[in-house]
């Protein structure tokens, strides 16, 4: 391989891996969940999450919940909030085009909130054919919790 073209590649290898890490840069998890309040009385908190693991790093989804953008998820990243006790259709607003791949729709998953508990939605970004997909699932506190662990906290939308 060509010096030049070596460096090139090095540079490229460095970019890469620095997009990749700026995804997951920010306030961890436990320092974030242990200054936390409860949430107010007749609310719940909702926490979006979306894990390093994530197939497709190059998608980003806007989440949506009751229909309104809360904050884009990055892999390695989570958002929290609080909402009234009650159903919440939590979904993607937009889906994105990109270079690499089609964006397809995303599913919305529904979600039960209840006073002072809290309720965990995971997105993951899968690859299917030329396409990519991001799944929405409502994962149980303990699992979510042990994926929360190594992710950062992505301040709300403005």
Request: proline share 10%; glycine share 8%.
């Amino acid at each position: 391989m060509p010096q030049g073209s070596r460096k090139n590649w090095i540079a490229c290898a460095a970019v890469a891996l620095g997009a990749i890490t700026a995804c997951a840069t920010g306030t961890p998890y436990a320092q974030v969940a242990a200054g936390l309040p409860p949430p107010p009385a007749g609310q719940g908190r909702i926490v979006l999450y979306m894990t390093s693991a994530s197939a497709q790093l190059h998608v980003f989804p806007r989440m949506t919940v009751d229909g309104v953008p809360v904050g884009t998820l990055r892999p390695g990243t989570f958002l929290y909030l609080d909402r009234p006790a009650g159903l919440h259709p939590i979904g993607v607003a937009q889906q994105q085009a990109s270079v690499i791949s089609t964006q397809i729709a995303t599913e919305p998953v529904t979600i039960e909130v209840f006073p002072g508990a809290t309720s965990y939605v995971s997105a993951s970004a899968v690859a299917i054919v030329a396409a990519t997909q991001v799944i929405l699932r409502s994962e149980a506190p303990d699992a979510a919790v042990r994926d929360l662990s190594d992710l950062s906290w992505v301040p709300p939308a403005e």
